[in-house]
């Protein structure tokens, strides 16, 4: 099994097919690998994050697909709440990006097979959607 890929490989690849999907077009800000998004962005971005994978014929496993979403001010609080409106929208396209089947690549086959989840971000005034993209890639 010489064709046997690296998790820095991968993630490297699945970056690549979402940088050139819809999702680039979804939000305000950028896609970002794993540890590359700026701490003090304040935008919506993307970040692509290896999570599992197995070795095999096939080679399988989850890379995270995160969508950072600002927080808004709400009346005249200071306190910051999520965009739940923001975050339903995003959570819904993620999903009809995945049935339709945008992520197409001769490599791998990607599907999600859990609901995106929205994850309040600590200290950062932002909420993370959270995609669990499962991968599978031949490696013959």
Request: hydrophobic share 30%.
């Amino acid at each position: 099994m010489a064709d046997i890929k690296t998790e820095t490989q991968i993630e490297k690849d699945i970056f690549r097919i979402v940088s050139a999907s819809p999702i680039k077009d979804l939000i305000g800000g950028k896609v970002y690998r794993r540890g590359m998004r700026p701490r003090d962005s304040k935008e919506e971005d993307c970040v692509v994050q290896f999570l599992t994978g197995l070795e095999g014929q096939i080679q399988s496993g989850t890379v995270n697909v995160n969508i950072y979403v600002p927080k808004v001010s709400v009346g005249k609080s200071t306190n910051k709440v999520e965009n739940l409106k923001r975050v339903e929208e995003l959570e819904i396209k993620i999903k009809e990006l995945f049935e339709e089947s945008v992520f197409e690549d001769p490599e791998y086959n990607l599907e999600i097979r859990s609901t995106p989840q929205a994850i309040e971000e600590e200290g950062i005034d932002q909420t993370k959607i959270n995609t669990r993209v499962y991968y599978e890639r031949s490696a013959m």
